[in-house]
């Protein structure tokens, strides 16, 4: 090696932020507070969600989009539990749905950011290290990374019935070999998120990696975790419960 490549430096890694959607009322949780504000071991979901962010040394930035109506309560929950110093928060307002809250999200972002995570604020406990490895994946080339889990119940597709309330026909039975269920965060280069957002004509779809598919940009998945389920009913509230209790209680061992 010769004097003068001994003192090329690397090129910076490219920055990443992560966006969380936390607009929703969550409706299936039950009455009460917005989903991303309930608590779980006395915490907030939202408050959570931003903590697994953070904790990844990929992300240096995480946008909260929050309901318009809840922005001061929001920045008040996440200044009492403030991230690394190393991670910025900021908190902006949503939208009607969860695609116009991410634009609004990817709106806020600073120029340098290149490597964007959408994450649920409802996947209150993914861990470190599949966030890392989204991160990582997106940073080798990938333009669109998912998490995901095999499936491992059996799945029927169904036609509508021809009466509502009657029982449903089922159409299919798919071959679960074939088939994942996705997580988040999802992480996608900036300027191909931004166009699939561009180039959506509904604001109707469930996750963004959808919306970069329909632009015809190969989408790659890497594995999930079991822990990074989605806190949607009151017994995913029990179970979030005891997953938090144990890892207080691995920590403390």
Known sequence: MSDVTAFIE??????????????????????????????IGGVPMLVHAVRAMARSGAVGLVVVVAPAERLSL????????????????????????????VRLGLAALPADVTVVLVHDAARPLVPVATVDAVAAAVRAGAPAVVPALPVTDTVKAVAAPAVAGEPEPVVATPDRALLRAVQTPQGFDRETLLAAHRASTSDLATDDAGLVELLGVPVVLVPGHEEAFKVTRPLDLLLAEALLARRRTDDDD
Do not use: D
């Open 74 to 101: 929001v920045s008040s929950l996440l200044a009492e539990h403030p991230p690394p110093p190393s991670v910025e928060v900021s908190v902006v307002a949503g939208g009607a749905t969860r695609q116009e809250s």
């Open 10 to 39: 690397e090129p910076p890694a490219a920055r990443a932020a992560a966006v969380i959607p936390a607009a929703g009322l969550g409706l299936r949780l039950g009455p009460g507070a917005p989903k991303a504000l309930r608590p």
